[in-house]
């Protein structure tokens, strides 16, 4: 992988997220060629999936992306003053106080039920937004024949309409296909209007569900978009924990609360400053969870060429990992472990987690944000 990770000094903390912006960049561009002739914009809301909005922003601007996705006004009022040209849809639509906002910071609300679009229409002074219809994830959004009767009765017309598949990280799955069908015939009444469907999965998998805009989000930041299948994508994640101590463990001493590890000969641990405060699940402990009972090991990590686990409970600012495979003398305290990103696939961490790589993506930076 070229790396084009510049490490700034963020001298103190003991956890590091470096974001490879060239692979956000080439990420990009294969959503884009996937998108065809539909233009490809870009889910970055929760602070851009975790890796830095400012910056994943300007790197996708760099590479043509002009239609932005963030889920509340307040993401996207930060947004607007990094990129003063983009549309900046707002998935989360309005609220009585935030509607200032919209006309102020130029900001496209999607509109997600009837008293959001009575708001917004009584309110607004003829400004861009689009309205979400709901076929079949039951989240947010008109159902499909209230968006007949609705559409037909607009004084003026959306921007955009746009519906979000329940299950496109399955592209087997038939849910995805009545889901089309219901928004392909919505969209072919309202011709006129812009409609956007995929998420990364759907632009990857469904060529079908492009309509006139696509709207990625996990893909670009190197996740996978599919459940069943290997990952297109470049990693774009790397997380890192700095040892802060390295101690001897003598057979019969416990590791961690709850002593739920359990020495059978002496070993060396490494404690590194990495906890669930930093986003680094407790599921992943290495015993002693209520995951652990159904997924036997606990996470990994990785330093100078070896994966060493994760043993006895992750803590609040503390993980302790087994290193006493490794040469004595070789890991010392100040050497960073790798907790995903090269060497730990983003995706095969957070199923250790027994989660996705969305959590993890968006969780792992808590504490002090990506280090880039
Ligand atoms: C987050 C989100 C997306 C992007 O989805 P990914 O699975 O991350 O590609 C698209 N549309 C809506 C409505 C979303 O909330």
């Given at each position: ?240 924990a700095?040892i802060?101590d390295i101690r001897e463990v003598l057979p019969g001493e416990t590791v961690s609360y709850g002593g739920t590890f359990k020495a059978e000969e002496t070993m060396r641990i490494a404690v590194c400053?990495v906890g669930y405060?930093?986003?680094y699940p407790r599921n992943v402990s290495g015993q002693g969870v209520p995951l652990r009972q159904t997924l036997k090991n606990g996470a990994k990590g ?5 994966m060493i686990s994760c043993i006895g409970r992750v803590t609040m600012d503390l993980t302790m990992f087994d290193i006493s495979h490794l ?10 472990i ?14 250790q987690s ?19």
């Open positions: 992988m070229t790396s084009l990770f510049k490490v700034k000094n963020n001298i103190g903390q003991t956890v590091r997220l470096n974001i490879d912006q060239s692979a956000i960049s080439e990420n990009y561009e294969t959503l884009k060629k996937a998108s065809g002739s539909a233009t490809c914009g870009a889910a970055v809301k929760a602070n851009g999936y975790g890796c830095g909005v400012e910056t994943v922003a300007q790197t996708l601007a760099n590479a043509g992306c002009r239609q932005f996705f963030v889920a509340d006004a307040f993401e996207g009022v930060k947004l607007r003053n990094i990129q003063k040209d983009a549309d900046i849809f707002i998935l989360n639509g309005v609220f009585e106080e935030t509607i200032s906002l919209f006309a102020e910071h130029n900001l496209i609300p999607v509109l997600n039920s009837l008293s959001q679009i009575k708001l917004w229409y009584q309110t607004s002074t003829n400004q861009p937004c689009a309205i979400h219809i709901d076929t079949g994830m039951n989240r947010l959004g008109l159902r499909v024949n209230e968006a007949y009767n609705c559409l037909d009765d607009l004084t003026s017309v959306p921007k955009l309409i746009m519906s979000h598949f329940a299950s496109a990280d399955d592209p087997d799955d038939p849910k995805n296909a009545t889901q089309l069908e219901a928004f392909t015939a919505l969209a072919q009444k309202y011709a006129g209007i812009d409609a956007s469907m995929a998420n990364s999965a759907a632009t990857l998998s469904n060529q079908a569900s492009h309509f006139q805009l696509t709207r990625p989000g996990i893909a670009l930041y190197g996740g996978n978009p599919f459940s069943h299948r290997a990952n297109p994508m470049k990693s774009v994640m790397k997380a890192e700095r802060i400053g405060a930093d986003g990785f330093i100078n060429g070896e040469p004595l003398n070789t890991v010392k305290p100040g050497d960073w790798e907790l995903f990103g090269d060497q730990i696939a983003l995706d095969d961490f957070a199923a027994g989660t996705v790589s969305y959590e993890i993506l968006t969780g792992i930076g808590r504490r002090y944000g990506p280090s880039i």
